[in-house]
């Protein structure tokens, strides 16, 4: 049997991922670990910036794959849009179509709400990510928990 060139890291499979809508009551227990490791660990972001009372006033998305809790994020509504926030997705997770499955997943559950766009403050590391979801830029770059970031808009008129 030919030995496999990436055996040391074998890509992660998107095997039977599911994606669940919750409040944060609900949701801190699966979500709360991913936030930690991700912004606070890796971004070094200071942890009275990352907790804060919109956890409790937004929509938390799970991201689960072969159930193992690997991303998240949280989203609010405005008046015409909804502002996106707290997306993360676990390091060895990265770059294998979980961080654009979750972004499908939220247009998807939010299509047909009177909700025009979506608005994000991306971190510029990640703006080609965006890019690739369909977000623009708007605006100028600024400094938020010590990270350039750039606010970006997708419209999701149908």
Not at 23 to 33: D, H
Not at 63 to 92: P, Q, S, T, V, W
Request: charged share 25%; with cysteine.
């Amino acid at each position: 049997m030919p030995l496999n060139k990436n055996a040391r890291n074998p890509p992660m499979i998107i095997n039977n991922p599911k994606v669940i809508f919750s409040n944060w009551r609900k949701a801190q227990k699966a979500c709360r670990p991913i936030r930690e490791t991700v912004f606070i660990l890796e971004q070094k972001i200071d942890s009275s910036l990352e907790w804060d009372n919109v956890d409790n006033l937004s929509t938390h998305v799970l991201l689960r794959n072969n159930n193992l809790d690997i991303g998240c994020a949280r989203f609010f509504y405005k008046e015409n849009y909804i502002k996106l926030e707290r997306m993360a997705i676990l390091k060895k997770y990265r770059k294998q179509g979980f961080g654009s499955l979750l972004i499908e997943s939220i247009v998807k559950h939010i299509r047909g709400r009177k909700t025009l766009m979506i608005i994000i403050s991306a971190q510029v590391a990640a703006i080609p990510f965006y890019k690739k979801q369909g977000f623009v830029l708007a605006g100028d770059s600024y400094m938020e928990a010590g990270i350039n970031h750039h606010q970006m808009v997708l419209n999701i008129l149908e």
